[in-house]
């Protein structure tokens, strides 16, 4: 079974995000990139079918600049077998469509029997990608999924979504696109021959010709970042326990309103 | 001249800070209070493959460098000093002479195992009145057919009590001075070798330090590494390669205990400010940056002069030296930082203090380091 693995590199979660100049991007000078968590449940996903079936490719797939190749890179060193890398300044003004739709043209060319997305991405938390992308394919698309369950014929799944209080569990056909939840599995690290191993593996280049492409201005622009209003200091009710206990109460009922 | 690691490189450095904060981290003070030897985390370094670093991959290692090993080495002992000394005698003292000296069938038999994590080896060369002066060996190997008898005692053997083989220095030609000393692999379980005890310590306390002795013991002929009257060059060539892997338990041990005062400097206040704010507590921090820093810079390049396949021994108690002395410093700051609660021990810092301290003595104490410096710089003069 061919199972591709849409990524995206984002900020790693302990930076500290400032917004650039133009108020359109963040800074991005001294960012630690990461892969965002959820499409590493993603991966170790796809690899633990890999493993269980006893055969199949694995193959991660991302849109972006030249740095994203270390992401790529990791997907590698924890046990995907090759990589494509969307790489095209074209590309460089792209919103979730016009990424839903290189996308989708890899999924074709690539023609796996599924692709796992994370079900958002850490940084603009869009999650966007998995339907918009299912819906150009024409295939079933699963979200928020928790466990998941190929049949051993491998033309359907069985996937559990987490809804409120419990889980809601769907069968569809295959080819059908995932996209993971935290809590589906514990991303394995990768070990050191993983990552000695992974500079021999493939990372292909593409561009929008060699997808067959044009992209079109984008539909979706930032107009504007802003960052959050810093936080107002806490206040210290001191003096005699009682009153204290009183003015806390009215504080939180007249002021803060949150009883 | 390059200073930046390469992808790889900071990839291991990635999957080793992950490893030691997800599984080291939370379990390091429960093992130093109980003296217990961290069994299930070791045998998850040999999965990852952290116990055999440099070994090629046809012997089951993953044939990394001597720099991806200090970048793993700094990152584990950020989190536990005890797991950086059990993965630096297995890589050093233990894996790479076997690998450099061993036979074929001794790498099939004596190494693979060992570089798997499925069992762990360790280094008995240290004896009780042979310590600095290394070379002043008592222990007996008397050749008997395809045997040799051996007796004597070793002291101090860290990961003894846990290692199915140990490298034992001992005297096959006691009429040839140093040149008489050889190496034996004794697997533990053989009779005449026993383990009477493992040492009470103040550092370190979740690795075992180990005394061995050895009554009439019998061992092939099969299990000597290299030939009879090697003793001594294996013993030094992998301490300069081991010295390599303390610098970097030292560096880990001063710059975890640095981020701890760091972070705590922040938060802590007094007169109205963040004490990182009054200047002798930058001092202090600046300090032991530029000293972490400088350590670093020395342990890497003696890595890197040993991947260049270049002399490096030097280098390496140039590092070893630098690098336990700062050490020392460093965690001493950081309970100075702390104030009163550095002292106490729901403060990590009050570890990395005591775990400090060994660095300035095995392998070589900073004594040594300074003969073995000064030798090279004066020549035999
Ligand atoms: C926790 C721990 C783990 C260890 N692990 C191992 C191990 O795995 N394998 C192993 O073989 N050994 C091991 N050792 C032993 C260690 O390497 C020795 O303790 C060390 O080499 C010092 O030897 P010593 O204790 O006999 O001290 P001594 O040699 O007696 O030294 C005492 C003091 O005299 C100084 N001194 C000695 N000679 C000179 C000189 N010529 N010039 C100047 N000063 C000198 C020393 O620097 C030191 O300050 C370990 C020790 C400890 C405590």
Not at chain 1, 70 to 91: K, Q
Not at chain 2, 134 to 154: M, S, W
Request: hydrophobic content about 45%; charged content about 25%; overall charge negative.
């Amino acid at each position: 079974m061919k199972i591709l693995v849409p990524i995206k590199q984002v900020p790693d979660t302990a930076t500290q995000v400032r917004v650039a100049a133009d108020a359109r991007a963040i800074e991005s000078a001294g960012i630690t990139w990461i892969i965002s968590p959820y499409d590493e449940f993603a991966v170790e996903e796809a690899l633990r079918i890999k493993e269980k079936r006893g055969q199949g490719e694995v193959v991660a797939v991302s849109l972006g600049p030249d740095r994203v190749k270390e992401a790529l890179r990791s997907c590698l060193a924890m046990g995907a077998d090759r990589a494509i890398h969307v790489n095209d300044p074209a590309f460089a003004d792209a919103d979730t469509l016009t990424t839903a739709r290189a996308l989708a043209a890899v999924i074709k060319q690539e023609a796996p029997q599924l692709a796992i997305f994370g079900r958002q991405a850490i940084d603009d938390d869009m999650g966007a990608l998995p339907a918009q992308v299912a819906e150009l394919l024409g295939w079933p698309s699963l979200y928020w999924i928790m466990e998941e369950a190929i049949a051993a014929d491998g033309a359907s799944i069985r996937a559990g979504r987490q809804v409120e209080g419990g889980l809601e569990v769907f069968e569809a056909s295959l080819p059908c696109v995932l996209a993971a939840q935290k809590g589906l599995n514990e991303p394995r690290y990768p070990t050191l021959k993983g990552i000695m191993g992974a500079k021999k593996k493939e990372i292909k280049d593409l561009k929008a010709a060699d997808l067959g492409i044009a992209p079109e201005p984008p539909q979706l622009s930032v107009a504007r970042l802003e960052s959050l209003p810093p936080r107002p200091p806490g206040r210290v009710i001191g003096g005699d326990v009682h009153e204290a206990v009183r003015e806390l109460v009215r504080a939180l009922r007249e002021e803060a309103k949150a009883i | 001249m390059h200073v930046e690691l390469t992808e790889e490189q900071e990839m291991i450095r990635a999957m080793a800070r992950e490893f030691a904060d997800k599984e080291v981290r939370p379990i390091a003070a429960e093992i130093d209070r109980d003296a217990r030897f961290p069994r299930e985390t070791v045998r998850r370094m040999g999965a990852l493959g952290l116990l055999g670093m440099t070994i090629p991959p046809a012997y089951g290692g993953s044939g990394a460098d001597a720099v991806s090993y200090v970048v793993a080495m700094e990152e584990i002992a950020k989190a536990c000093a005890s797991h950086a000394v059990i993965l630096s005698v297995n890589n050093s003292l233990y894996c790479e002479p076997v690998y450099k000296y061993g036979s074929e069938e001794q790498r099939q038999r004596l190494l693979v195992p060992f570089v798997t994590g499925e069992k762990i080896g360790c280094f008995a060369l240290t004896e009780p009145q042979a310590g600095s002066d290394a070379t002043n060996q008592t222990t007996l190997a008397v050749r008997a057919g395809d045997h040799y008898v051996v007796n004597g005692r070793k002291v101090f053997v860290t990961s003894g009590r846990e290692s199915s083989a140990a490298l034992v220095f001992c005297q096959t030609d006691r009429g040839q001075g140093h040149g008489g000393i050889s190496v034996l692999i004794i697997e533990s379980g053989t009779p005449g070798f026993l383990v009477p005890k493992v040492e009470e310590k103040l550092g370190l306390r979740a690795s075992d330090t180990a005394e061995f002795l050895f009554e009439d013991c019998r061992v092939p002929v099969a299990n000597r590494l290299g030939d009879e009257g090697l003793g001594i060059k294996i013993a030094m060539s992998s301490l300069d390669s081991g010295r390599i892997g303390i610098a970097a338990q030292a560096l880990g041990i001063a710059a975890g205990a640095y981020e701890l005062a760091v972070a705590y400097a922040r938060e802590r206040r007094s007169f109205g400010v963040p004490i990182g704010q009054h200047q002798m507590v930058q001092w202090m921090l600046a300090d032991m940056a530029t000293a972490i820093d400088a350590a670093r810079l020395l342990t890497l390049r003696a890595a890197a002069l040993k991947d260049a396949k270049k002399p490096f021994g030097t280098a390496a108690a140039m590092a070893k030296l630098f690098a336990s002395e700062t050490a020392m410093k460093a965690t001493t700051d950081a309970i100075q930082v702390h104030g009163g609660y550095g002292y106490i021990k729901d403060f990590q810092v009050e570890r990395y203090f005591r775990d400090a301290k060994i660095t300035q003595i095995y392998e070589g104490t900073s004594q040594i380091q300074k003969l073995v410096i000064a030798r090279s710089l004066l020549g035999g003069a």
